[in-house]
């Protein structure tokens, strides 16, 4: 099986990014060695810190952010990094033309229950003549490259430099990243979605009767009988969607009206949305491409409906009737 450097090398890749990407994955097997070690590592718990999300962060929250801000802030070719525990962007190499905006550990509260927790990352082009956070103000689709690793049974990294998507598995013995799947495909159409079904009464009116017809099963307007799964991080969620299809959604939710999204644009949607689309899926806010959307703030949220392209085009349909 091949390892994954010489596969971005295959592809082309500029060895300037090829050295990013290596970061990560040093980055990511040390992460997955402290989740391996749990409770013997003293890793487990929350610490008594919020981010500036206002959530308590957990002790690997923590840990994660600062392996992956060290790495990377060492590599010649990263100028910035942004993160979802980091308040402002850090700045690095004057030199380097990347920035690199990242959750570094996705599904918190699957951490004590030994579940599944990932890395969510995206590379942006370093603009000219722009300094600060508005670097990062960069919509999804000028990403050059984005991925995640999923840290569950086995650890595995899912990658685009914007060609196919492919999936490596670390492979222990050898302590590398193997290609496991070369090119990954999802499904136009679908029979599974998932959501956080106890926000119902929280939801809006599209995505209330959307998610009613898709329950009324083979005997409602949908015509046919739909199962539901949910992770509870959007990592496992968007990982079984891009292994068998399915359509993930974090929906728009009326409790707090100055903070009506959970998902965040920069770190989450972004890199998600261009797995999806380049592995053939649609990823929207319900009305237009994650990926089109002009962030203003390195930490804005937003409404996220994913997955295989006739499912989340049925979505959007629901969308369009309830303006
Ligand atoms: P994070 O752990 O990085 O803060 O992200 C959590 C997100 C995402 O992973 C997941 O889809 C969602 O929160 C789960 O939220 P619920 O608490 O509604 O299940
Ligand atoms: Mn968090
Ligand atoms: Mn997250
Ligand atoms: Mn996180």
Not at 66 to 88: F, I, N, R
Not at 96 to 117: H, M
Not at 203 to 214: F, G, P, Q, V
């Amino acid at each position: 099986m091949k390892r994954l450097i010489p596969t971005l090398r295959a592809d082309a890749c500029e060895e300037s990014l090829i050295s990013v990407l290596n970061t990560v994955q040093t980055a990511a097997k040390e992460i997955a060695f402290r989740l391996h070690q749990g409770a013997m590592a003293g890793v487990l718990g929350s610490t008594l810190d919020e981010n500036i999300q206002g959530e308590t962060q957990k002790k690997l929250d923590v840990v994660a952010n600062q392996l992956l801000k060290d790495l990377l802030l060492e590599c010649q070719y990263v100028h910035a990094v942004a993160s979802e525990e980091e308040d402002s962007i850090v700045v690095g190499d004057q030199r380097g033309e990347y920035l690199i905006a990242f959750d570094p550990l996705d599904g918190s509260s699957n951490i004590d229950i030994n579940g599944l927790v990932g890395t969510i990352f995206s590379v942006l082009p370093r603009p000219a003549g722009i300094e600060g956070e508005e670097m990062f103000l960069q919509p999804g689709k000028n990403q050059v490259a984005a991925g995640y690793v999923l840290y569950g049974p086995s650890t595995m990294l899912v990658l685009t430099t914007g060609q196919s998507v492919r999936m490596y598995t670390l492979d222990q013995t050898v302590g590398e990243f193997l290609l496991t799947k070369p090119e990954v495909k999802i499904p136009h159409q679908t029979q599974e979605f998932a959501i956080n079904m106890s926000n119902k009464r929280h939801w809006s009116t599209a995505m209330h009767e959307y998610i009613s017809d898709l329950l009324a099963g083979k005997e409602g307007p949908r015509e046919k009988n739909f199962n539901m799964r949910w992770i509870a991080a959007m990592v496992g969620d968007v990982h079984r969607v891009l292994s068998r299809g399915g359509l993930f959604t974090y929906p728009w939710d009326k409790r707090k009206p100055n903070k009506p999204f959970k998902l965040r644009l920069l770190y989450e949607a972004n890199p998600m949305a261009m797995l999806v689309e380049k592995a053939d899926g649609l990823a929207t806010d319900g009305y237009d491409p994650i990926m089109t959307i002009q962030p203003t703030d390195i930490h804005q949220r937003v409404g996220v409906v994913l997955g295989s392209k006739e499912e989340v085009e049925s979505c959007m349909a629901y969308h369009a009737n309830h303006p």
